[in-house]
């Protein structure tokens, strides 16, 4: 009896013991591949946040206000006058707000929330990924992520789409643990259709059929794309567009391989090296999304409106134009637009003129409002400047019906507000008639660009009923007549 028992207590141990170490294993080398993700994310995130100034100046205007106080907090106003709001959701400039009271007012605190989102995204997204289909798979999307241009160009800029992921990823989980319950199943169907497709793609090829085609074609499409847009920058197409071919061919390879291997009798040392170079092929095609977000990290160009990458050379045929002049055009149109931007008073050089701040401080007397400009994007920069009440009459872009002229007329006269920086009629038609013809279309009778039609009729009020302040008095050399903006006194009549 006490021999049967010995051999029942001793083969389970025997059998147990090498099982076991057998998972630890794989267990540590995923952490660490888990944690190699992670820091890349942190690098990509973090690296230099903040060092190229606040981004967005809307969106930094609005949160400086929104720190002034609980009323402004709580509508996302854009100015400390409360007169306008933020025209996005107000989570997003919350956590942004929140930060820059526990960090100070600077471009990294109202940056922090975004990075940190980012982060948290691709851990999230991992977690997500791995109760599902797997280790592998779930590295795979967290690299994936983590090496995104759109999503690290985003992360390091106060625009809320990283918070708007990590919310998304947040409410991916919420539906999943809902439908694991026996709840919201459809719900569940279409967070898989939206969140995990290329993994379906992956179980597809494992279960043969026609089906198991459609991975090693969608990786021919990827690449094949890839080398497609790398053809606007013929430099650094040179050697990524046949390295992500190859790759991406022996990739192919291997896939039909594998998907071969009943009929063609492989040793397992053959499986294991196609299995090799399918991992390196899949790896192959993250190659420019990882160089295209390094080079913004690296070279730090966060901007306004957040772009990843070198810029395109241009040179034969270009994305997504279909020559060689596209990026000359578009140029030429992007420098027509700036042109009719500063037209509306858009043109952040203009309103951080330190002769212009300080004629509009020593002047303001019992004004609550220190200027008013024709839109939120004129007024932002003197907001960041000084931090008072600058009034956007016409909200965002200037193209909001927020003013009627009674309306202006009662703000004056209550001496609500006293100066208007605004551009001359003038300069404004002749930056319109300069404006390619798909452009001029748009504007006359319909609000166009900065709302040309509201606009109109206030400027005109006021260049009619106001008198002009001397160019003199509040400008420096050469930047009024650059701009074609003109200041205006209301509290003195026109003579």
Same mark, same amino acid.
């Given at each position: 009896?006490?021999?049967?028992?010995?051999?029942?207590?001793?083969?389970?141990?025997? %059998?147990?013991?090498? =099982?076991?170490?057998?998972?630890?294993?794989?267990?540590?080398?995923?952490?660490?591949?888990?944690?190699?993700?992670? !820091? /890349?994310?942190?690098?990509?995130?973090?690296?230099?946040?903040?060092?190229?100034?606040?981004?967005?100046?809307?969106? *930094?205007?609005?949160?400086?206000?929104?720190?002034?106080?609980?009323?402004?907090?709580?509508?996302?106003?854009?100015?400390?006058?409360?007169?306008?709001?933020?025209?996005?959701?107000?989570?997003?400039?919350?956590?942004?707000?929140?930060?820059?009271?526990?960090?100070?007012?600077?471009?990294?605190?109202?940056?922090?929330?975004?990075?940190?989102? #980012?982060?948290?995204?691709?851990?999230?997204?991992?977690?997500?990924?791995?109760?599902?289909?797997?280790?592998?798979?779930?590295?795979?999307?967290?690299?994936?992520?983590?090496?995104?241009?759109?999503?690290?160009? @985003?992360?390091?800029?106060?625009?809320?789409?990283?918070?708007?992921?990590?919310?998304?990823?947040?409410?991916?989980? =919420?539906?999943?643990?809902? *439908?694991?319950?026996?709840?919201?199943?459809?719900? !569940?169907?279409?967070?898989?259709?939206?969140?995990?497709?290329?993994?379906?793609?992956?179980?597809?090829?494992?279960?043969?059929?026609?089906?198991?085609?459609?991975?090693?074609?969608? /990786?021919?499409?990827?690449?094949?794309?890839?080398?497609?847009?790398?053809?606007?920058?013929?430099?650094?197409?040179?050697?990524?567009?046949? $390295?992500?071919?190859?790759?991406?061919?022996?990739?192919?390879?291997?896939?039909?391989?594998?998907?071969?291997?009943?009929? $063609?009798?492989?040793?397992?040392?053959?499986?294991?090296?196609?299995?090799?170079?399918?991992?390196?092929?899949?790896?192959?095609?993250?190659?420019?999304?990882?160089?295209?977000?390094?080079?913004?990290?690296?070279?730090?160009?966060?901007?306004? *409106?957040?772009? =990843?990458?070198?810029?395109? +050379?241009?040179?034969?045929?270009?994305?997504?134009?279909?020559?060689?002049?596209? @990026?000359?055009?578009?140029?030429?149109? +992007?420098?027509?637009?700036?042109?009719? *931007? %500063?037209?509306?008073?858009?043109?952040?050089?203009?309103?951080?003129?330190?002769?212009?701040?300080?004629?509009?401080? =020593?002047?303001?007397?019992?004004?609550?409002?220190?200027?008013?400009?024709?839109?939120?994007?004129?007024?932002?920069?003197?907001?960041?400047?000084?931090?008072?009440?600058?009034?956007?009459?016409?909200?965002?872009?200037?193209?909001?019906?927020?003013?009627?002229?009674?309306?202006?007329?009662?703000?004056?006269?209550?001496?609500?507000?006293?100066?208007?920086?605004?551009?001359?009629?003038?300069? @404004? +038609?002749? $930056?319109?008639?300069?404006?390619?013809?798909?452009?001029?279309?748009?504007?006359?009778?319909?609000?166009?660009?900065?709302?040309?039609?509201?606009?109109?009729?206030?400027?005109?009020?006021?260049?009619?009923?106001?008198?002009?302040?001397?160019?003199?008095?509040?400008?420096?050399? #050469?930047?009024?007549?650059? @701009?074609?903006?003109?200041?205006?006194?209301?509290?003195?009549?026109?003579?």
């Amino acid at each position: 009896m006490a021999d049967i028992i010995d051999t029942t207590i001793h083969t389970p141990t025997e %059998r147990v013991v090498p =099982a076991s170490s057998g998972q630890e294993s794989p267990w540590l080398w995923s952490r660490i591949a888990l944690g190699a993700v992670v !820091l /890349l994310s942190i690098f990509m995130n973090f690296f230099q946040l903040g060092q190229n100034g606040y981004g967005n100046l809307y969106y *930094a205007a609005g949160v400086r206000s929104m720190a002034d106080s609980l009323h402004n907090f709580f509508f996302v106003s854009f100015d400390p006058g409360g007169f306008v709001t933020i025209d996005k959701p107000p989570l997003g400039f919350w956590l942004q707000t929140l930060s820059t009271k526990i960090f100070g007012f600077t471009p990294f605190s109202i940056f922090f929330p975004q990075a940190l989102c #980012g982060v948290l995204a691709v851990l999230l997204l991992y977690y997500l990924v791995r109760r599902h289909f797997g280790v592998v798979a779930a590295l795979i999307a967290a690299l994936a992520l983590a090496v995104s241009p759109i999503s690290v160009v @985003t992360n390091r800029n106060n625009t809320i789409d990283g918070t708007l992921a990590l919310a998304l990823l947040l409410a991916a989980w =919420a539906v999943i643990h809902a *439908a694991e319950t026996g709840k919201l199943r459809w719900l !569940l169907l279409s967070a898989v259709f939206v969140g995990l497709g290329f993994n379906i793609l992956e179980k597809d090829y494992h279960s043969g059929g026609w089906r198991g085609w459609l991975l090693p074609i969608a /990786l021919i499409v990827t690449a094949g794309a890839q080398i497609y847009m790398l053809s606007s920058y013929p430099t650094w197409s040179a050697w990524m567009s046949p $390295l992500i071919g190859i790759l991406t061919a022996l990739t192919v390879i291997a896939l039909i391989v594998l998907r071969l291997r009943p009929q $063609l009798k492989l040793s397992t040392s053959t499986v294991r090296v196609a299995v090799i170079a399918v991992s390196v092929g899949m790896f192959a095609l993250l190659v420019a999304p990882t160089i295209w977000s390094g080079y913004s990290v690296i070279r730090n160009t966060e901007s306004s *409106a957040p772009a =990843a990458g070198p810029t395109a +050379q241009g040179n034969g045929s270009s994305f997504p134009g279909a020559n060689g002049q596209s @990026t000359r055009n578009t140029r030429i149109e +992007q420098n027509n637009v700036a042109d009719l *931007a %500063r037209a509306f008073g858009v043109d952040g050089a203009a309103q951080t003129d330190p002769a212009l701040i300080s004629y509009l401080e =020593a002047h303001q007397g019992n004004a609550k409002f220190l200027v008013a400009v024709p839109s939120a994007n004129a007024g932002a920069p003197i907001i960041l400047a000084t931090n008072k009440p600058v009034m956007a009459m016409g909200g965002f872009s200037g193209g909001d019906p927020i003013l009627t002229v009674s309306d202006l007329q009662a703000l004056i006269n209550t001496g609500t507000v006293r100066y208007f920086l605004i551009s001359s009629s003038q300069s @404004t +038609q002749r $930056l319109i008639d300069e404006l390619p013809e798909q452009y001029r279309e748009v504007l006359p009778g319909r609000g166009g660009f900065g709302g040309f039609g509201q606009q109109s009729a206030l400027s005109s009020w006021i260049s009619k009923h106001c008198s002009t302040v001397p160019t003199s008095d509040w400008s420096s050399a #050469g930047r009024s007549s650059a @701009t074609g903006n003109q200041l205006y006194d209301c509290a003195a009549p026109k003579a």
